[in-house]
C-alpha cells in the first residue's frame, strides 16, 4: 500500500513502507481524516501522542539527516493535501528567522539536541494582531524527546539550536508554501516562499552554487539583504527558494534567508 494514499499526495520514499516512520505517516494520514468541532482536521493531542511515540522509540529519521553549512536545512519525508512531514537540521548559529505559519498547525518533536523557541508579539497589542515593532514574550526549551506545537494565535515564533547539532521532525498542517518573515525592532514584514534542502533523501539543488551567492543569516534577528539576483533559481540558502521576497512595507525587493 503506499504511504500515502490521499488524491493528489505526494510519496513517501517506497524502500521504507515497512518501517516505523512509514508507520507514522500512514497513522497521521488516517487522523487528518478526522474533522473536528473546531474546523480543522486531526485530534491535537492524538497527534502528539503519535509523534511523542515516534520520537522516542525510533530512529529512522536518520535517514532524512543532511545538514547545511550555511543554514538550517529543511529535508521533507511526506507532504499531502493535508500534512507535510520533514527532519529539519540546525547546527549553533543558524537560527530561523522570526515567522508566521499562515494559520496552520505546527508540531515540532526534538530527536537529537535541543530547541529553543522564542515567542513574538506586536508591541502595540500583545498579541499577533497589529503593526509595527514586535517584542519577545516567552522563550523556552523543547527538550530532546519532547514534542513543542506553534499557532499564529500563540505567537509568532524564533527556533534555533541551543546545542551544538539538533535534530528535529516537523509536522505542518496543512502544508505552508510561504509565510511573512518579521523583522523585530524595524517592524518590517518580507514575504517568503519556502522550499527543501532535500525532498525524498535528494538535495533538490547544486548547494554549491546556489549557496555560495547569498551570505548566511547570522543575527538572530532575521535581517534582508538587499542584493541583484542574476537567477533567482539561486536563491536557496538550502531551502529552496525561487523567487524574491517582496518587502511588504516598502516597495523594495530583497532576500530574506529562511
Given amino acids: 500500500m503506499n504511504a500515502i494514499d490521499n488524491q493528489n499526495s505526494e510519496l513517501i520514499d517506497e524502500s521504507t513502507l515497512d518501517s516505523p516512520l512509514n508507520r507514522l505517516v500512514e497513522n497521521l494520514s488516517e487522523e487528518f481524516k478526522n474533522v473536528q468541532p473546531e474546523g480543522f482536521t486531526g485530534n491535537g493531542q492524538v497527534i502528539v501522542n503519535l509523534l511523542t511515540e515516534y520520537i522516542n522509540n525510533h530512529n529512522d529519521w536518520k535517514e532524512y539527516v543532511f545538514y547545511c553549512p550555511y543554514s538550517y536545512s529543511r529535508n521533507l519525508i511526506a507532504k499531502n493535501d493535508m500534512f507535510e512531514l520533514m527532519v529539519i537540521c540546525w547546527r549553533r548559529g543558524q537560527p530561523s528567522p522570526v515567522h508566521n505559519h499562515e494559520d496552520q498547525r505546527c508540531w515540532m518533536g526534538c530527536v537529537k539536541g535541543q530547541l529553543e523557541e522564542t515567542y513574538y508579539v506586536f508591541s502595540d497589542t500583545k ?95 532575521p535581517q534582508s539583504i538587499n542584493t541583484t539576483i542574476p537567477n533567482s533559481s539561486n536563491v536557496s540558502e538550502c531551502t529552496n527558494s525561487t523567487s524574491t521576497a517582496t518587502k511588504l512595507s516598502s516597495s523594495s525587493s530583497s532576500v530574506s534567508l529562511i
Avoid: W
Avoid at 136 to 157: C, L, M
Fill in 127 to 221: 498579541s499577533t494582531k497589529g503593526t509595527g515593532l514586535l517584542e519577545q514574550s516567552y522563550t523556552h526549551p523543547i527538550d530532546n524527546g519532547s514534542v513543542g506545537y506553534i499557532t499564529d494565535e500563540i505567537a509568532f515564533h524564533r527556533m534555533q539550536s541551543i546545542t551544538d547539532e539538533t535534530i528535529s521532525i516537523h509536522l505542518y498542517s496543512k502544508p505552508i508554501t510561504e509565510c511573512n518573515i518579521y523583522c523585530p525592532d524595524k517592524g518590517t514584514i518580507t514575504r517568503k516562499k519556502l522550499g527543501y534542502f532535500t525532498q525524498y533523501k535528494k538535495k533538490v539543488l547544486n548547494l554549491p552554487a546556489s549557496c555560495g551567492s547569498v551570505q548566511p543569516l547570522s543575527s538572530p534577528i
